[in-house]
DNA sequence: TGTTTATGTATAGGCCCCTATGTACATCGA
DNA sequence: TCGATGTACATAGGGGCCTATACATAAACA
């Protein structure tokens, strides 16, 4: 890709971490309305109907690390999204569950996430956006094929 | 996307975030052996020549905020990769350039970034790298227009 | 059952990215 | 030429992600 300039922008991996930022910014300032932010989104998907989950469990299901799931969950309880309690079956872990508050913002939440993935798609046909899709599917495969 | 159950990560915009954080744990697990980090690229490319650049042509040539990049510089400058000087047309700027070091690393560095997109396209023909390079330029011009 | 191994969390440290803000210097126009 | 406006950097503060490490508790097993 490019012979005489070098530009690693014009590179597809430039492009992800691009459409990546670009969309969390957007997701971010949108989400903030209803006291959201776009990493929640896996967190407040896995615990909508009132489920409770370890810390390990969430990071699973999130794709992130631990320590990043630790993170982020303090900085939910921080702001009221979520509690814990203890887990009886396990004295290493607590059970993680959405507050009220969280729970009621939950549908504006998930409507506005839907609302900007439709404009990240904008012009896009819906065959396209199935390719789009599958593309992604197959290249994620292979990026995560490749830190064995 | 997902009717019945509500689930984000089966979502464009988190493939789109898991691919990129992907790439960037492999690229810079990657460059380490030479002494780069993903980010870095951009600098790297833009000084390949012997160039020098303020601060601020590199944040908008790499695509990122001015303080973002005064930290990367801050960075990369610690490593002993850049060097500052001032800039005899303007006293509020300082001119950088990269380093002996950095400049000899080059191809090294621009290698592993050429094989670790080809290891990520891995099984896609030439047609559907290019069909996906297109559907990525038009989406990342999308979410661009999202943010005005 | 006692010891090893596995698992759930916590903590430390670092990179990369962003917004908001302040300061010094450049520039431009009255 | 001087004041208004613009531009280059620095700094502060925070989100989100990662690796490495240390504990405590569970589980498995010799």
Same mark, same amino acid.
């Given at each position: 890709?490019? @012979?005489?300039?070098? *530009? =690693?922008?014009?590179?597809? %991996? ?9 969309? &969390? ?8 309305? /209803? %006291? ?5 989104? =896996? ?6 109907? %009132?489920? #409770? #989950?370890?810390?390990? @469990?969430?990071?699973?299901? &999130? #794709? /992130?690390?631990? =320590? *990043?799931?630790?993170? +982020?969950? &303090?900085?939910?309880?921080?702001? $009221? ?16 569950? +959405? ?7 939950? =549908? &504006? $939440?998930? @409507?506005?996430?839907?609302? $900007?993935? /439709?404009?990240?798609?904008? %012009? ?5 956006? @199935? ?11 292979? /990026? ?5």
């Amino acid at each position: 890709m490019a @012979e005489s300039v070098w *530009t =690693p922008m014009l590179t597809p %991996g430039h492009y992800f971490t691009r459409i990546a930022r670009a969309l &969390a910014r957007i997701g971010d300032k949108r989400l903030a309305a /209803v %006291g959201f932010a776009t990493a929640q989104l =896996p967190v407040l998907s896995a615990l909508r109907d %009132g489920e #409770k #989950k370890s810390q390990t @469990e969430l990071a699973r299901w &999130a #794709k /992130v690390e631990q =320590p *990043t799931m630790a993170q +982020l969950i &303090a900085r939910m309880e921080r702001d $009221g999204l979520v509690q814990r309690e203890p887990d009886p079956a396990d004295r290493r872990s607590s059970l993680i569950s +959405l507050t009220q508050t969280a729970r009621e913002q939950l =549908p &504006a $939440g998930r @409507e506005i996430l839907r609302q $900007g993935n /439709v404009e990240a798609m904008r %012009g896009l046909s819906d065959a396209e956006v @199935e390719t789009l899709l599958g593309l992604l599917k197959r290249v994620l495969a292979n /990026v995560e094929a490749m830190e064995g």
